[in-house]
């Protein structure tokens, strides 16, 4: 066994007990800890697969943005942990079913020899997975990468139009009404007069 198939069971099993922590642990703070462990043994596989780019922008964007927010999020919030149990044990059955399916899907894959591909390329030192990886974002997957983005643009769209609450007594700007204003309503010109200093 090298090195790399080392390093490489190692990672994973960090990585499913680390995926097992996250939906089992009762504290959500803990369970958000534990899945920012998960994003960096995933990005430690990626590194050994040669895609530094994915590790990286999966240890800044998730790791350094994404998951402080959630901490953050989770920290403010007032959760119920008993009411959260029960939310556990009423979907169970059907987080089982999603499991086994996973995993059948995962051993499927496994017993498949090479995955239906050719052994990789050896590439020579100046190449660059980043611009690999952007050539078939541009060229061969430009429609559905359009299409996520749009995907996601509407989910933020949906969230702020979900969580915009008004509240009495909120003052707001009115734009149309500050268009059609004139000097006059708004402007009057006193006339002061002088005083002499004694």
Not at 52 to 73: K, N, S, W
Not at 83 to 102: Q, T, W
Not at 160 to 171: D, E, P, V
């Amino acid at each position: 066994m090298s090195f790399e198939q080392i390093l490489f069971y190692l990672f994973s099993t960090i990585l499913v007990l680390g995926a097992t922590a996250v939906v089992t642990v009762r504290n959500p703070v803990h369970a958000a800890m534990f899945l920012v462990l998960c994003f960096v043994t995933t990005s430690a596989l990626w590194l050994l697969l040669e895609a530094e780019f994915l590790a990286i922008t999966l240890v800044l964007v998730y790791v350094g943005a994404v998951m402080v927010l959630f901490l953050f999020v989770v920290m403010m919030l007032d959760i119920n942990i008993a009411r959260m149990r029960d939310g556990f044990a009423r979907y169970l059955p059907v987080g089982i079913v999603v499991a086994g399916v996973a995993i059948g899907t995962i051993v499927m894959a496994i017993w498949q020899t090479n995955f239906g591909h050719s052994d990789p390329v050896a590439r020579g030192a100046d190449y660059s997975n980043t611009r690999e990886l952007g050539e078939q974002l541009y060229t061969t997957y430009v429609y559905p990468f359009e299409l996520a983005s749009v995907v996601l643009l509407v989910a933020i769209v949906a969230a702020i139009a979900l969580t915009l609450r008004s509240r009495a007594g909120t003052r707001y700007q009115k734009i149309e009404e500050q268009v059609v204003v004139k000097k006059a309503d708004r402007l009057r010109i006193v006339q002061v007069e002088a005083e002499e200093r004694k």
